[in-house]
């Protein structure tokens, strides 16, 4: 575990999870301004950079650090990729009590597109969709890992498609449709 100043971490590019200023953030700070960091964040060396980190975990942290004053947090450096980094981002906070619909689809299609991506070639132009076949493997790990099945976690990834507008009401509705 090291300090690694704020000025030096950076959000994960696509988090899929909102940070809200609200009052679980309020006390939240309160608590960093009394006790400190607690849990330290955890982070990655971001590419063609000497010292800076992208935050895998630790979000809300980092965000109630900042508002808090502190200069520096402590946190963990984890050498990975950014395919491997994006998987723990959502594998870290499927978890979460309050985690909004909109949230959990747009994580499952990080972590899709993460698995779908690792261990293939990215200098080839064929070949790249991801068949049926890989789509339900994918669909069907991340389901097991969240306990849904393959063809929920397809229906919230298709949410990610929705215009603007209608993301938002999906934003408000407890489960956008049932388990099956």
Avoid at 19 to 39: A, C, F, H, P, R
Avoid at 48 to 55: F, L
Wanted: glycine letters at 4%; proline letters at 5%; zero cysteines.
């Amino acid at each position: 575990m090291t300090n690694i100043s704020i000025n030096k971490l950076h959000k994960f590019r696509d988090h899929p999870y909102q940070v809200l200023d609200n009052d679980e953030m309020n006390s939240l700070i309160e608590s960093v301004q009394q006790q400190g960091i607690m849990t330290p964040l955890i982070v990655r060396p971001l590419e063609n950079t000497t010292d800076e980190y992208g935050i895998i975990s630790g979000h809300r942290r980092f965000r109630a650090a900042q508002k808090a004053g502190l200069a520096e947090v402590p946190a963990f450096i984890r050498p990975v990729s950014r395919d491997e980094a994006a998987i723990m981002v959502v594998d870290s906070n499927l978890h979460r009590e309050h985690i909004l619909p909109s949230e959990k689809a747009f994580a499952y299609k990080l972590k899709a597109d993460a698995l779908n991506h690792q261990g293939k070639r990215n200098d080839l132009t064929s070949g790249q969709i991801v068949s049926k076949s890989d789509d339900r493997r994918t669909t069907a790990i991340i389901g097991e890992k969240s306990g849904e099945s393959y063809k929920t976690v397809q229906r919230y990834i298709r949410l990610t498609n929705l215009i603007p507008e209608l993301l938002e009401l999906m934003t408000r509705a407890k489960s956008p449709f049932p388990s099956v």
